[in-house]
């Protein structure tokens, strides 16, 4: 597991992190949105956390382990790793619209589809020449403010 150390974990970099996951879930939309960060560490390390959201607004009423869990992630780029941050949003027809960032020092950077496509194969683990399941689409992600 990912040594963070816990002097580092603050309140602001908590709120911050709230702040750019609900800026998330605002862009995301309506929908079941599957999140997805993968964390490289110094020692090429990849740790992944995943979580649900339902929706343009966060549910904070209850506890989330898992949405707090990635929240940690994205905290930990504060020490100078990076991360990415990737969702894939399940539509009515059965469709997937799959969109990433790139997370430095609690900052998105967004990917173009072409890039979300490569973010898709890590998450997956696929290979970049297989073939992609049709009722997949790559989008280019918006800015999250």
Known sequence: MFDFPSHLV??????RSMV???SLARVAGDGVHHLTVVLATEDVECIEGECIIDGPVLSENEENDPLLFVGFLLAATTTGVNAMLATRTMGLDGGV???SWMISDLAAFPATAA???MAYCI?????LSD???PAVSFVDAPALS
């Open 10 to 15: 603050t309140r602001e970099l908590a709120r």
């Open 20 to 22: 750019l996951l609900r």
């Open 97 to 99: 619209r799959f969109m």
């Open 115 to 117: 890039q979300s496509h």
């Open 123 to 127: 998450t997956e683990d696929r290979d």
């Open 131 to 133: 073939p992609l399941p």
